[in-house]
């Protein structure tokens, strides 16, 4: 994104039509308001980026149908060189005529033309270089159908323009929609700017009177301008290239009239261009091109170093600023308010007409407020510098070697790392804190892949919202040309899915109006459908919607991203979720997510399992679509900048603790009240969520979450970015070697039976710390009382346990261990096990396991798991101990 430098932030606003309330669609649905058709359709514009062009910002819609565009924006446009009254050199008219032209080339490039071309909405930088203003009007208000006010002005309108007379949008109320402009009407536009800009006058009404006139027969339109604005010898004056020019670009026919690139090889023109440098798009994050092949430095390095006084913060893109400017208390409508452009009335003020049976009328006349007024104002930025006046120039360019700290120093780094402890709603709303962060990611983002394992590490933390889609690329390992990829699959080929995406989209997310605007249903479909044409081995299933909408929402305007995005995830995540016969997956699933609850939470498995509310009944769109069915996407949002960073196991504790706070009203209802309490589910707080999953997750074994039906290892070498990182992002158990001492798969029906899950021989090993000396060594790792985390209960007979234990366990035969009603005999290794209560305990034995463990989830014990294949796979480690005899 190109710095922001001496360029504004300027605000317009418009209404769009309203439509009648007692109208439906084709389907049966209530219309799409205009005002969400226009939005949909802006986010194209944002990401148009020309030198000649004012990019546009955002878009905001407010109560009414009523719009607010942000955009780039200068003070000065060709409209000081009319008030001035003085002569513009020839040279200044042919590089004014140049770069309009290079910028209107590169709009019809992109299927788009100015049609509201004046001398107000070309403006100039501080260099004196134009830049283009409002381009997109007439793009996003689809060609004028969807607002009842005319794009452009009268008096610069080509005449084939004029003639078709307004387009008002009751005609376009059944599928009519008006036949766009073409690039030639611009063109016209521009001659009769560069004829005021040759006289220096701006008598305009009479341009439209003489252009009303013409009626092809005219052989010099110039000629029959310059007389009737009485300057005719002023025209003949000029040199005969500008003439030229002139009478090329009105042309009365439009068959005969060049477009803006072939009038860009005018003889005039080409003396200017080789004052230009050829406009070269900026290299995405993700292709194959380098991002540095045009990396320039200037001939002085010692410029870079001339700092002293510089605004650091025009440095930034001017989408960076708008977003710092929006959390620094700014208010659009209320800046609107102030500069008198919006003007609120009382109620009374604004009663409709009515007639009387007789023809009299009463009530307000049309409210002129409703029609356009391109005033564009310029937001101050005064309360964010204020802001972040403490902001060192430092923080702007943080050094990124791992040993640097990765909050920038300024003079409140003590209260930037204090905010790191403060709720994620807090700091996403933190101007300073913001900055630094937006900063930070920024860059390191334009050095990924090779700052990938950095870019995990400030995941951690936290993501910025302005970057959140593109920093969920790098933590899914997107790379490549991911377009070129995305351009060679056929999306358009009719295909049997086609009809249940068109009934799903309509009810995915549409709360939402992005993802509610045309726009938005046409890039879920092509996404979506993209999705099920290259994965030929999948079928579409209803979810797979609303797993695509929080990356489209992210990557609205790259379609390609989404696309690859999603087809990332899904592997890691929902491996095999999406075969036609997916039942035997999302069974397994299912049955580790029960031995999930048990083993976190036995009281709440037993009480659920009593009243047969089971996670077939609830779980299954949650894990289906990753909790994106159920919660609202900004709750999606912060839920899934953690899941990310865990493995495919992290969603059975997010499951979990979405129980556990529910888990009062679960352990007083019955089967029909849960059925009612999840039905509609009560309000979630995530960030709670998210914190109780990152605990779950560091209480519960690698193994213990081991699926026969997960994603395969991937290839040697790839860790995904997590390297040196805390337990709860490592990789999937299924990445690690398999040995001897691994987690053998089970029967679905084994698995069903068992209440508690198993870990491996290695896991044990590997928590216990055991070495090869037969000791067991304390944990590194300890709770709050100095008590190792890990307990083993070898429940095999007393003989048994003394031909060979695993070091540290403790022995209670499960013979001797429960009385009648099935509680614990008390007994000194009962003691023990009981002061082990919260602490994850591994019941070894060589049979009987799976009912020692049902027994003590039945009494409440938490955190109860099997050692997979018993003592049996403990023999051959030679990690077992034999008790020295008692002398």
């Known amino acids: 994104m190109p710095p922001m430098k001496d360029a504004r932030l300027g605000a317009s606003t418009f209404f769009a039509s309203a439509l009648p309330h007692d109208i439906c669609g084709s389907n049966g649905l209530p219309l799409t308001p205009n005002s969400i058709k226009i939005l949909g359709r802006f986010q194209i514009l944002k990401t148009v980026s020309h030198p000649r062009l004012c990019r546009y910002v955002d878009i905001s819609r407010g109560k009414h149908e009523r719009l607010i565009v942000v955009a780039e924006h200068y003070e000065r446009s060709l409209e000081d060189f009319q008030r001035a009254g003085k002569p513009v050199s020839q040279d200044k008219v042919l590089q004014v005529a140049y770069e309009i032209l290079e910028g209107l080339e590169f709009m019809n490039k992109h299927g788009m033309m100015h049609r509201a071309l004046a001398p107000r909405n070309v403006l100039m930088d501080c260099r004196g270089n134009v830049k283009l203003a409002k381009f997109g009007l007439y793009h996003m208000t689809n060609h004028g ?30 599928g009519e929609l008006p036949r766009p402009s073409g690039p030639k009407v611009d063109v016209w536009s521009l001659g009769i700017l560069l004829f005021e800009l040759c006289v220096v006058r701006s008598e305009s009404a009479l341009v439209c009177h003489v252009t009303l006139r013409l009626a092809g027969c005219m052989d010099d339109i110039v000629t029959v301008l310059a007389e009737e604005h009485g300057c005719l010898d002023v025209i ?22 060049p477009t803006p690139s072939e009038l860009l090889k005018d003889p005039a023109l080409q003396e200017v261009s080789h004052l230009y ?12 091109s380098l991002r540095c092949a045009y990396l320039e430095l200037p001939e002085d390095i010692s410029e870079l170093c001339q700092d002293e006084g510089e605004e650091y913060l025009a440095e930034r893109s001017i989408e960076e600023v708008y977003h710092l400017w929006c959390l620094a208390g700014g208010d659009l409508e209320k800046e609107l308010t102030n500069k008198e452009i919006i003007q609120s009335k009382p109620p009374i003020c604004t009663l409709p007409n009515f007639l009387l049976e007789d023809g009299e009328c009463f009530g307000q006349g049309r409210d002129r407020s409703f029609l356009l007024d391109d005033t564009t104002i310029t937001l101050s930025l005064c309360q964010l510098k204020n802001r972040l006046k403490d902001v060192t120039g430092e923080a702007y360019y943080p050094l990124l070697d791992d040993e640097q700290s990765s909050l920038p120093q ?42 990938k394992n950095q870019v995990w590490k400030e995941a951690r933390v936290d993501i910025p919202p302005l970057l959140r889609g593109l920093t969920w690329a790098a933590l899914l390992g997107i790379e490549g040309d991911i377009q070129a990829k995305y351009d060679g699959i056929d999306k358009d080929t009719p295909i049997p899915t086609d009809r249940q995406i068109e009934v799903d989209i309509p009810r995915c997310h549409q709360y939402d109006e992005l993802l509610s605007s045309p726009q938005g249903h046409m890039k879920f479909r092509r996404v979506l459908k993209a999705w099920v044409v290259s994965h030929p081995d999948l079928v579409y299933w ?39 016969d ?23 498995s037993n009480h659920l399992n009593e009243i047969g509310f089971i996670p077939d009944l609830y779980a299954i769109p949650w894990f289906l679509t990753m909790f994106t069915h159920v919660f609202p996407l900004h709750k999606i949002f912060h839920l899934w900048d953690t899941l990310l960073l865990g493995n495919s196991s992290f969603p059975f504790c997010i499951g979990v603790a ?16 849960c059925i009612l309490l999840f039905s509609d589910l009560p309000e979630i707080d995530i960030e709670r969520c998210v914190r109780e999953s990152i605990n779950l997750f560091c209480w519960t074994p690698k193994s213990a979450t081991y699926r026969q039906h997960a994603q395969p290892p991937k290839v040697a070498g790839d860790n995904n970015g997590f390297g040196k990182t805390p337990s709860y992002y490592s990789s999937d158990y299924q990445d690690l070697p398999k040995t001897d001492l691994s987690r053998e798969p089970l029967k679905l029906s084994e698995l069903k039976a068992e209440s508690s899950p198993r870990i491996s021989a290695e896991d044990l090993i590997d928590l216990c710390e055991l070495s090869g000396s037969g000791h067991c060594k304390a944990p590194t790792k300890k709770t709050k009382s100095s008590k190792p985390k890990i307990l083993a209960v070898d429940i095999r007979s007393s003989e048994d346990f003394s031909r060979g234990h695993i070091p540290g366990s403790i022995n209670i035969p499960y013979s001797t261990a429960f009385g009648p009603d099935g509680e614990l005999v008390q007994c000194p290794a009962t003691s023990t096990l009981q002061s082990f209560r919260g602490r994850v305990i591994v019941i070894v034995s060589h049979a009987v396991m799976r009912a020692f463990a049902a027994h003590l989830v039945k009494v409440n014990y938490p955190r109860v798991c099997i050692l997979d294949g018993g003592i049996n796979k403990m023999k051959f480690t030679g990690l077992l101990t034999v008790p020295s005899p008692q002398i």
């Open 410 to 451: 300024s003079n409140s780094s003590s209260e930037l790392s204090a905010a790191v402890a403060l709720p994620l709603v807090i700091r996403e709303r933190d101007t300073e804190y913001q900055l630094l962060r937006i900063v930070l990611f920024d860059r390191l983002l334009q050095a990924y892949p090779y700052k």
């Open 277 to 288: 440098t050829p406009f070269r798009k900026p290299v995405s994050l993700f292709s194959s």
């Open 582 to 604: 997916n039942s035997h997956v999302i069974q397994e699933y299912l049955t580790v997510f029960s031995q999930m609850i048990a083993f976190h939470d036995p009281e709440l």
């Open 658 to 673: 979405i129980l556990q706070q529910l888990r009062d009203r679960l352990l007083a209802n019955g089967f029909n009240e």
């Open 542 to 580: 209803q979810g797979l919607d609303s797993l695509c909408a929080p990356f489209l929402y992210l990557n609205f305007n790259n379609e390609a991203l989404a696309y690859a995005c999603m087809s990332a995830f899904i592997p890691k995540y929902l491996y095999n979720f999406f075969l036609k």
């Open 145 to 174: 159908a969807d607002v009842d006010f005319p794009i452009g002005y009268p008096s610069y309108l080509a005449p084939e323009v004029i003639a078709k007379g307004p387009s008002r949008p009751s005609d376009c109320s059944h």
């Open 236 to 257: 003949k004056e000029l040199p005969e290239n500008v003439l030229t020019l002139l009478r090329k670009c009105l042309t009365f026919q439009p068959s005969r009239r």
